[in-house]
């Protein structure tokens, strides 16, 4: 029998929706390496089971698979008690309007979203990057037209500045659309400072969730790199993750980092997780699994108690510098 999972809810920033403190996305694992339809069953199951409602995609994972492949695992539960989420922004095709940000793009990406998903409507809707060669003020109307046909219930923005952040909230106000209501940033020990000094101020200030990625900055939270890179591994299988991140000096602060996870007695992949669902703003964690054993690792990060000093034995280590 599965262990006993204790998960816990937040409002997306000050809107009324809940979602799980830890969530499930597609990003790398979906469609790409998990396509075979017991094991994705399997992995959804165990995260509904453990109170996981929150499910992270984007119309870009594996050039919509993982849309398909997940949408097809989350028909056995009932919709309404599901929060499902896409993206758009990214190149979906060759032609020129096939990106960005135009009222085109958005709706026509919307709209393949749902057919692949199987849903009649999305909880939310990112932009999954600013688009500078499309005005806001089009992009924002799309995205209120979306929520007002009931397409979309909330829009958010993924890996924006906080200048950007802030712009599209005064824009929203001043015309009467609705405004995004949560960001999606990357966010871990290694990842802080976008976060903590650009992004977090603005996010608090117009009362936003932030749903964060990348809580194991790839997998090097972990360990898994502590002796090199393994041939198998994700970093090695996808070398744009390397830069900032496989260097010399971090790979020697996760292996610092032990010592306060056997403390604990947690793994460090844990002891990441739980460090980051303690740090103010964050409404949900979005884990990346591909295996069982590797979401049951994760999930027991609700059960990893981070006090004062672990905390600030977790800052000295892994200063805001990334």
């Known amino acids: 029998m599965a262990e006993t999972i204790r998960m816990s809810y937040r409002s997306l920033g000050q809107c009324g929706l809940k979602v799980s403190v830890l969530s499930l996305g597609g990003w790398l694992t979906f469609g790409k390496e998990l396509t075979e339809g017991t094991l994705v069953q399997r992995l959804v199951r165990r995260a509904v089971e453990a109170g996981?409602?929150?499910?992270?995609?984007?119309?870009?994972?594996?050039?919509?698979?993982?849309?398909?492949?997940?949408?097809?695992?989350?028909?056995?539960?009932?919709?309404?008690?599901?929060?499902?989420?896409?993206?758009?922004?990214?190149?979906?095709g060759n032609g020129p309007n096939d990106r960005g940000l135009s009222r085109k793009h958005i709706m026509e990406s919307a709209e393949r979203s749902l057919r692949r998903i199987g849903t009649d409507y999305l909880d939310l809707y990112f932009c999954h990057r600013y688009d500078a060669e499309t005005p806001l003020e089009e992009t924002a109307r799309a995205m209120d037209d979306l929520v007002r046909q009931g397409k979309v219930l909330y829009w958010g923005t993924s890996e924006w500045s906080g200048g950007q952040i802030r712009a599209i909230q005064e824009l929203c106000r001043a015309a009467g659309w609705h405004r995004p209501q949560v960001e999606q940033p990357q966010y871990s020990l290694i990842a802080r400072k976008k976060f903590e000094q650009q992004v977090r101020p603005a996010v608090l200030e117009a009362g936003l969730g932030a749903v964060t990625w990348s809580p194991l900055a790839m997998g090097l939270l972990t360990g898994k790199y502590d002796e090199g890179l393994p041939a198998d591994s994700r970093m090695a299988k996808e070398e744009w993750l390397q830069e900032n991140r496989y260097t010399a000096e971090?790979?020697?602060?996760?292996?610092?980092?032990?010592?306060?996870?056997?403390?604990?007695?947690?793994?460090?992949?844990?002891?990441?997780?739980a460090w980051v669902v303690r740090q103010e703003a964050v409404s949900s964690v979005i884990l990346g699994v591909t295996r069982p054993e590797q979401l049951e690792d994760n999930l027991r990060a609700l059960q990893v108690n981070i006090g004062d000093e672990v905390n600030e034995q977790l800052n000295a280590l892994f200063p805001v510098s990334a």
């Open 52 to 92: 996981i409602n929150f499910f992270d995609l984007a119309d870009v994972y594996a050039h919509g698979a993982a849309e398909e492949v997940m949408g097809r695992a989350l028909v056995e539960w009932p919709r309404h008690s599901l929060v499902i989420s896409s993206k758009v922004f990214y190149p979906t």
């Open 250 to 273: 971090n790979r020697d602060r996760v292996r610092r980092m032990k010592a306060l996870a056997d403390r604990l007695g947690c793994s460090r992949a844990q002891l990441a997780i």
